[in-house]
């Protein structure tokens, strides 16, 4: 063993590789040959694949179709005029206008039922046990309504999928309607939405093509059948779950009723449930020997054509690798190039080869100036490290100062003062605490409040401030200080060169894919291509003119070269915009949904 690594070490890197190429040629034939005889497993796991590309979007289907319910029984519990009608049922037992309360309950439900085609019927059963059922009242009893109100009162409001109690072709959405206002949290009803499987079932394989002839779909929470609703060997179905072969890459290939059949089983992981599909195995497989063969002729040509050229192509790219070995030793010896290889131009040649010869050339050139470069480098580092220690302020003896010159003017009665003491140590606390560049709009809001109140302070009635924001802005995430630069450039450019009244807005609103921001005031404009013109120096930024282009290119930066800021007139107003894609707050809805 010793001998043959001694022997192969010893070898050019030409001949290495020739080497292992021609042994690497003959594992393909051996690997061919054991290939032959696999083949017939190779087959089913390709099988599988297809049919199980196809189940993966029938489960898409089913986990997309589910959450859209789930979704819409969300709408419903915050729904208004579901609240207060609740609320109302819940408090008043004994008012003359509960009978109109239900009804406005059961007419609200109307606009709820149609947004699926797979919802059946829409139960509301209150707290007194009576219900408010869109649809026929009769599905619900499909249901252990008694052992659904438990769960649904463990989950405090989120939502559960369950079965009926006998295998059927529906299944059922349950979560409880807590009471929203002031976040009593009180249980109002039960919502109950009662869900045609079948239906979607049948929709899903027709979508994903799998839908065929002799074939059967069962699905299956734990060892009991949820679907359908007629028995498909379930003691096999059952044992199938038990033995957890319902995991990734599973299949079978068993013989049922004398006939053989395709397994695939898998799981729907958003309800927890399993499904098991079958599929007659016979006709799929009478072509297989015709594919060997194919295989066989396809294999032998490839290997002849391979053996051909390999020789004369590795001798083509070696040859140049000689030159590059000789440019090295030449350069480590100080000796000029011979001919061949200093009239070789690899200039134009995008391989590696030409990458290799270039990068080479490039490096002997620039040795002096990199050691140079790294040396200035350091100097530099050195040189900025002393200043930034130098500039370093303490921020506690910043805030037990500030601090101190609040409680002084509490003390005198300076209100003025120590309001804007406050908003003034909240400002350097926001920006020089944390690390996140990402962070909720009510942090950014309150940067925004502490510096509107600072400037109120400073120009009196002369300044005018409204915000307009959407109702609930807890899923609404921006870069840090994104807004209040903006106000403040307004501020500068509208008054301070003036004693007229200046109006500032902020306002954000929620469009289709995006939420927008617009700061606008009255007493400035803007001129055209604003941005370009600071860049290239046409304009010299004053103020917070840096600012702008900062957060322009952090915008670009976070969100793609689709954002950044935008700036027109309108009216009698200067208005700066951006925009902030709601895709990225997903993360964050989800983990208040489960709240």
Same mark, same amino acid.
């Given at each position: 063993m010793k001998g043959c690594t001694f022997w192969f070490n010893n070898l050019s890197l030409y001949k290495k590789i020739l080497t292992i190429f021609l042994l690497a040629l003959l594992a393909v034939c051996i690997t061919f040959l054991i290939s032959i005889r696999i083949l017939t497993s190779r087959y089913n796991e390709e099988l599988y694949r297809t049919n199980a590309n196809s189940l993966n979007h029938v489960t898409t289907y089913l986990e997309?179709?589910? @959450?859209?319910? @789930?979704?819409?029984?969300?709408? &419903?519990?915050g729904d208004p005029i579901l609240q207060d009608n609740l609320v109302f049922l819940a408090e008043k037992p004994y008012s003359?206008?509960?009978a109109q309360a239900r009804q406005e309950i059961y007419q609200q439900l109307y606009s709820y039922v149609y947004r699926s085609k797979y919802i059946k019927t829409i139960n509301i059963i209150l707290t007194d046990g009576t219900n408010i059922c869109m649809g026929s009242s009769d599905e619900i009893l499909k249901f252990d309504l008694r052992e659904l109100d438990k769960t649904i009162s463990d989950l405090k409001g989120q939502a559960t999928w369950a079965p009926g109690i006998e295998p059927g072709n529906d299944t059922v959405c349950a979560r409880q309607i807590l009471k929203l206002k002031y976040l009593n949290l009180k249980k109002l009803a039960g919502l109950y939405i009662t869900v045609n499987m079948e239906r979607m079932i049948e929709d899903g394989l027709k979508s994903a093509g799998s839908l065929v002839e002799n074939s059967n779909f069962i699905l299956m929470s734990g060892d009991k059948r949820i679907y359908p609703a007629t028995a498909f060997h379930d003691a096999y179905c059952a044992e199938i779950i038990a033995d957890g072969k319902q995991q990734e890459n599973a299949y079978l290939i068993s013989t049922?009723?004398?006939k053989k059949e395709f397994i695939i089983t898998s799981h729907v992981p958003y309800v927890g449930w399993d499904y098991i599909y079958f599929r007659d195995y016979d006709p799929l497989?009478?072509?297989i020997q015709l594919m060997s063969l194919q295989i066989i002729i396809f294999t032998v040509f490839i290997i002849f054509i391979t053996a051909t050229y390999v020789n004369l192509i590795f001798r083509h790219i070696f040859r140049h690798l000689d030159y590059l070995i000789e440019k090295i030793q030449k350069f480590g010896s100080g000796e000029s190039l011979a001919c061949d290889v200093k009239c070789y131009d690899y200039e134009n040649r995008q391989d590696e080869i030409g990458q290799l010869h270039r990068s080479f050339d490039e490096m002997t050139h620039s040795v002096k100036v990199l050691r140079d470069e790294n040396y200035d480098k350091q100097l530099l580092l050195r040189d900025s490290t002393i200043k930034m220690l130098q500039q370093q302020i303490n921020p506690h003896f910043l805030?037990?100062?500030l601090d101190t010159i609040?409680? &002084?003017? @509490?003390k005198y009665g300076a209100e003025d003062i120590?309001? &804007?003491v406050r908003s003034l140590g909240n400002l350097f606390r926001a920006s020089i605490a944390? @690390?996140?560049d990402i962070i909720p709009l009510e942090d950014e809001l309150d940067v925004l409040d502490n510096y509107i109140r600072i400037q109120e302070i400073r120009f009196k009635d002369r300044l005018h401030f409204e915000l307009k924001t959407p109702e609930n802005i807890t899923q609404i995430f921006v870069p840090k200080f994104c807004i209040q630069p903006l106000v403040e450039n307004a501020l500068k450019h509208a008054m301070e060169d003036t004693d007229e009244i200046c109006r500032i807005q902020v306002i954000i609103e929620e469009m289709e894919n995006d939420y927008e921001i617009r700061v606008s005031n009255t007493g400035s404009r803007f001129e055209s291509d604003l941005l370009e013109k600071i860049r290239h120096k046409e304009i010299k930024p004053q103020g917070s003119g840096v600012g702008l282009t900062n957060i322009h290119s952090r915008l670009k930066l976070l969100y793609g070269d689709h954002y950044g800021l935008k700036f027109y007139n309108e009216r009698d107003m200067a208005v700066v915009m951006l925009s902030i894609p709601k895709e990225k707050e997903i993360s964050y809805v989800e983990t208040d949904d489960c709240r």
């Open positions: 997309s179709e589910i @959450q859209l319910i @789930q979704s819409i029984s969300y709408s &419903m519990i003359n206008r509960r049922l009723d004398n497989f009478y072509r805030y037990n100062t609040n409680w &002084m003017a @509490q120590s309001v &804007m944390g @690390q996140k």
